[in-house]
């Protein structure tokens, strides 16, 4: 990753669903920058339920599939080694969105799973920065307050998944279950 402008390594473990790689990169650049982290990078994985659930467990206790789950490097190293040298200061940590959980929170807000995805993806790098929203209402409102001004920052959001392939939409005919993937 270069120095001096964002950088988002984007990952995913999904099966049928595909992330377009370059509107994610673009997007994590937009929202770093308007986080007011100008040389910031971070990481960002995209997983199913299941792997979500198990996440959930192990580092929160929870053992039920979430939305967004954050790791952040800066806070995670002073509160383990305190005395240690930190890392380089632009390194943020990773954020884990659950493409089924985003897919359920959008339809039930009525908005595209692309404006959830972006949401989320928001949310979970203000984690990243520090902002918790269980820390009490106030931060809560600050948070939200936050994460509203950097979605209206990178509006339009883009198509962050592609199509599915041609076999991926016969099996959805055969199978509307199979549809939910999207």
């Known amino acids: 990753m270069s120095k001096g402008s964002p950088q988002v390594l984007v990952g995913s473990l999904l099966r049928r669903a595909r992330p377009v790689q370059t509107a994610w990169e673009r997007l994590g650049r937009r929202v770093i920058a308007a986080a007011g982290e100008p040389e910031a990078q971070l990481s960002l994985l995209l997983v199913g339920d299941r792997r979500m659930r198990r996440l959930n467990h192990l580092y929160r206790g929870r053992n039920s599939p979430t939305d967004v789950l954050a790791f952040p490097i800066r806070e995670g190293l002073l509160r383990l080694a305190p005395h240690v040298p930190r890392p380089a200061p632009e390194l943020l940590g990773d954020v884990v969105i659950s493409l089924r959980q985003a897919a359920r929170q959008a339809k039930n807000a009525g908005h595209s799973l692309d404006h959830e995805l972006a ?14 929203h269980e820390r009490g209402r106030r931060e809560a409102e600050r948070m939200q307050r936050k994460e509203r001004a950097i979605l209206q920052a990178v509006e339009p959001v883009p198509r962050l998944f592609r199509e599915h392939s041609a076999v991926s939409r016969q099996r959805s005919a055969r199978n509307p279950r199979l549809k939910a993937d999207r």
């Open 119 to 132: 949401t989320l993806f928001i949310h979970g790098t203000l984690h990243l920065l520090g902002y918790d």
